[in-house]
């Protein structure tokens, strides 16, 4: 399913002048048909009330998705965009480190759609989200 080989250390290893990086987000586990990360809950992440806020789990999902999507492409050709993404929250988490992990729904030549599930450190579901994302040229400089 990928393009070329990548791994956790890989992925890691990136600018870190992104919001991804500004939350901790860590990618944990590279396998056949999915890719995994964890993010701290903390007051990084937290909304006022102290519990995770839901636009960071949409970032872990987002972040998941789209470099799941660069994973699959030639990036000397194209570019992953995000196109649309939802997110159903579904228990609070107070602390600790959630773990995302992203399937392919659909794997096309111009769109691919993903499925991310958040879990908290119990192993509970706390989010479900889907991205749709756009494969488009990569622009000339």
């Not at 048909?33 to 789990?57: C, K």
């Not at 759609?113 to 622009?139: F, H, Q």
């Amino acid at each position: 399913m990928w393009f070329s080989e990548f791994t956790p250390e890989g992925l890691n290893d990136r600018p870190k002048n992104h919001l991804g990086a500004l939350l901790d987000i860590q990618f944990t586990e590279v396998g056949t048909d999915f890719l995994a990360a964890t993010m701290p809950v903390d007051e990084r992440t937290h909304q006022p009330a102290g519990i995770l806020h839901g636009g960071a789990s949409v970032v872990l999902a987002e972040t998941l998705g789209s470099i799941a999507s660069y994973m699959c492409i030639n990036p000397e050709k194209h570019i992953p965009v995000g196109l649309e993404i939802n997110a159903n929250h579904l228990r609070p988490v107070k602390s600790g480190l959630v773990t995302g992990i992203c399937k392919p729904l659909h794997i096309g030549a111009k769109t691919h759609v993903w499925e991310i599930k958040i879990y908290n450190d119990k192993g509970k579901m706390n989010c479900v989200s889907r991205l749709t994302v756009a494969i488009i040229p990569k622009p000339q400089l």
